[in-house]
């Protein structure tokens, strides 16, 4: 029965009934994993799809030096690898646990089953391959930009959700340091510096593990790299070294 309220929660199921959630948690392996561990690798092949009991997954991508890229963030209670349930290929992205995280394994001929036979799962598919394809484009546009700091903005940006009981804009969760630099491409010191600059400037505010944006459309132009702000260090050097 824990298994099955565990599922409840997951965003592919949770439109379904007790009877076919209980079916499917009868085929589901659970494994926990440490803090940078690899849940799955690129090249691999898709022999399940995963969801995310607890705990913080990254996607990330390998470039030619080795250096990790990062792509997306995975939640808890989201799902991964449905591509290779789809269409048989191989993993086409490796997924690192950020924090110490518990993974559930749906083999992949249920996860078919899983797939064909239900109209609210296979449009749940369908968005999140819409998704997909417009972070694949965000992501472009993120690379293309030429400025460091504008890069770190822009991964903030995307981040930027709207508290509707309070009308604040906010990012919940605030990555570490060392996740926006894997996704903006740039050092962690790089993301450390772009931050104080935000807080110095006015831009955003910090609370806890969020952050309260309290200058919208400057964080968007800062995103675009149509202007620049410094940390107050860097103008104490300028000033003196004039």
Known sequence: MKSINLLKNQLLLRNLDDELIAEISRHIRYRRFTKREFVVRKGEAGASLLMLISGRLQVIALSEDGR????????????????????????????????????????????????????????????????????????????????????????????????????????????????????????????????????????????SRRLIVLDAPMLSRLAKGEVEVQVQAQRQEISKAA
């Open 68 to 207: 990790e890229i990062g792509l997306d963030f995975v939640e808890p209670n989201d799902y991964f690898g449905e591509l290779s349930i789809i269409d048989g290929g191989p993993r086409s992205a490796s997924v690192i646990a950020t924090t110490e995280a518990v993974v559930g394994f749906l083999p992949k001929q249920h996860a078919r089953s899983l797939f064909y036979h239900n109209p609210t799962v296979i449009e749940a598919l369908l968005q999140r391959l819409c998704n997909t394809i417009r972070q694949a484009s965000n992501y472009r546009s993120l690379l293309g930009l030429t400025r460091a700091y504008a890069r770190v903005y822009s991964v903030l940006e995307t981040a930027v959700a709207r508290d509707t009981s309070s009308n604040l804009q906010t990012i919940e969760s605030l990555p570490n340091q060392h996740a926006i630099a894997i996704m903006a491409n740039v050092s962690r010191e790089t993301v450390s510096r772009a931050l104080k600059a935000l807080l110095e400037a006015g831009v955003v505010a910090k609370e």
